[in-house]
């Protein structure tokens, strides 16, 4: 196995995903026969070739900056409309800070 | 419902045969009708169509151009946010979210007088090859009722072949609006990167996410794509290049083209669909192609590249659905942390799990170097073959998939054979590339063949050309 049920349940908490036990089982099979796929790219020598982290083409130096201006944006009760908990003009979460 | 075209629509509002308003309410009417068969739409938008239809009426009552795409009945897919319409993304966690804006691409296609008639169906966060990880059930395929429509874009694919919609709007970042066009018979255009904003498209894989159009022609594809391109300063990946026009080199005339085959595209296909793509070649050197046989060396590395790097990607965009902005949190009593894991273990499908869990594995400590940055290099080489390739030919051309519409439930069990079926697709996302599909002919058990079209970035409109003299060509 290239990985185990203890690492999936790591990288589950990573992930802030909460594995029931028959998950646990069924992903560490299903990442495992996914990883042998992926284990393919070891036959190739990249060395000195540089990583593309963009697909990228011809354009001015400032394609990408817009004009510095002030914009309206969403309403304070438009951004909270979908919080399925808020109060005050803020999104409401469980108590953080134990007294 | 009589079969439309955007060119067939305009004539008929300007020649007053009838008004945007009695074609939508008819339009909707029908698809409602039709839906229960495929499972297509998840969300009709009755009030939205009607007002857009109101404004197409007042301008031509006015005299002015209704647009491009003016009265035109279109299906959007569920990922792309449309304002105070429902966007689920085909998943549990977004049953009732609300977008508070509408995605650029949207107000585009409105502003052409298209009408948004409804939201489509897809695999949840667009991650599946056959519709089937939708939380609000699978979609089925118009020609061939207990088969999938292929995915992500399933419900815009057969909204398009079941003519409920006569143009739609789908994503692709592995194949998603390739895979199900050739699956439902029907026309699916994945641009270059970056010729239309994502800014509003719900993020997958933001280096390898693309909106695209679906049409039963080359040329309808073409019209909703000009209407939705170009720079837009809310993705700053959008490009300036400017956008021509693409009706104009619909001209028919391919002679002299160079077309490169790629042996590794035609390894592994089932026999009907080689066939099907090998008379579609032969059709093309009749129409005077000089058809050559090219090599992508680097093919057989791409799924492993792209599911690294797409579910790398995911992970950190799928990050923002934690209980506490879009809509649902899990009835837990318990700590933050534990509000977020059993939102996330609740509203999430098995495969959006998996492609979280596998993209936070990669770029994990110790994993990072050897999976996610193996991975970029490995894309670098993958576009370096097509680099290659086009200073030989002006296009490639080859099949979409390696088999046609499968049945329902019968790849389920298998990921990772499911993603091996993406491989024909995966290559043109990973180099950024314009592709599509376009119809060519049916297996001997009536399945629909797609036949791919590849060529550089901004060349869309040597792609469209090969497609229309094809299509001109073939019916």
């Known amino acids: ?99 | 419902m009589k079969r439309h075209t955007v060119g067939s629509i305009r004539q008929a509002l300007l020649h007053r045969e009838f008004s945007a308003e009695e074609f939508t309410r008819e339009a909707l009417a029908h698809a409602e009708r039709e839906n229960p068969k495929t499972n297509a739409y998840l969300t009709f938008s009755a009030v939205r169509a009607l007002a857009a239809a109101e404004a197409v009426d007042r301008k031509i009552a006015a005299g002015e151009d209704p647009g491009a795409l003016a009265g035109v009945p279109v299906a959007v897919k569920d990922v792309i946010v449309t304002k105070g319409l429902r966007t689920t993304c085909g998943s549990k966690l977004l049953e009732h979210y609300i977008p508070p804006y509408d995605a650029t691409a949207i107000i585009r296609l409105e502003q052409a007088g298209g009408i948004i008639i409804g939201k489509t169906n897809c695999d949840e966060f667009a991650m599946g090859s056959s519709n089937e990880n939708s939380a609000f059930g699978p979609v089925r395929n118009p020609v061939a009722l207990d088969r999938v429509p292929g995915g992500s874009s399933g419900g815009s694919a057969a909204a398009v072949a079941q003519g409920t919609a006569v143009v739609s709007l789908g994503s692709d970042t592995g194949g998603s609006v390739r895979q199900p066009a050739s699956f439902c018979g029907v026309v699916g255009v994945t641009p270059t990167y970056g010729r239309v904003s994502r800014y509003g498209l719900t993020a997958f894989a933001s280096s390898l996410d693309h909106i695209g159009p679906f049409a039963t022609t080359t040329k309808d594809a073409a019209a909703l794509l000009e209407a939705i391109a170009g720079r837009d300063e809310m993705d700053a990946t959008s490009a300036s290049a400017p956008v021509p026009d693409y009706a104009a080199a619909l001209n028919g005339d391919v002679r002299g083209l160079k077309i490169g085959l790629p042996r590794e595209y035609f390894e592994g296909l089932a026999s009907d669909t080689g066939d099907r793509v090998h008379a579609a070649v032969e059709t093309l050197k009749k129409l005077g192609c000089e058809v050559r046989e090219i090599s992508l060396p680097h093919t057989q590395y791409a799924i492993a590249v792209y599911y690294i790097i797409a579910t790398a990607e995911a992970s950190a965009n799928l990050a923002r659905y934690d209980g506490v902005r879009y809509t649902t949190r899990a009835a837990s009593s318990g700590t933050l942390t534990e509000m977020y894991r059993e939102t996330r273990d609740q509203g999430f499908g098995a495969e959006c799990k998996r492609r979280i869990m596998l993209g936070t594995y990669v770029l994990s400590a110790g994993y990072y170097d050897a999976y996610y940055i193996k991975a970029q290099k490995v894309r670098a080489l993958i576009a370096r073959d097509y680099a290659e390739a086009f200073e030989q030919v002006d296009a490639i051309v080859g099949p979409v998939s390696p088999f046609p519409a499968f049945k329902i439930g019968e790849k389920v069990d298998d990921p990772v054979a499911m993603y091996l079926s993406d491989i024909y697709t995966i290559t043109g996302d990973l180099a950024g590339i314009p592709c599509m599909s376009v119809p060519c002919g049916l297996t001997t058990g009536g399945l629909p063949v797609g036949l791919q079209i590849l060529t550089s970035h901004f060349s869309e409109t040597t792609m469209f050309r090969v497609a229309n003299a094809y299509e001109q060509a073939s019916t």
């Open chain 1, 1 to 99: 196995m290239r990985i185990t049920e203890e690492e999936v349940r790591r990288v589950a908490e990573l992930a802030a995903l909460a594995l029931r036990d028959d998950e646990v089982e069924r992903m560490a099979k299903d990442l495992d026969s996914i990883l042998g796929h992926i284990d393919k790219l070891n036959e190739l020598d990249t060395t000195g070739i540089e990583p593309m982290a963009q697909v990228l083409f011809e354009a001015e130096e400032t394609a990408t900056l817009r004009e510095d201006r002030e914009r309206p944006t969403l309403s304070n009760s438009e951004a909270l409309r979908n919080a399925p908990a808020s109060g005050n003009g803020y999104f409401k979460v469980p108590r953080v800070i134990e007294r």
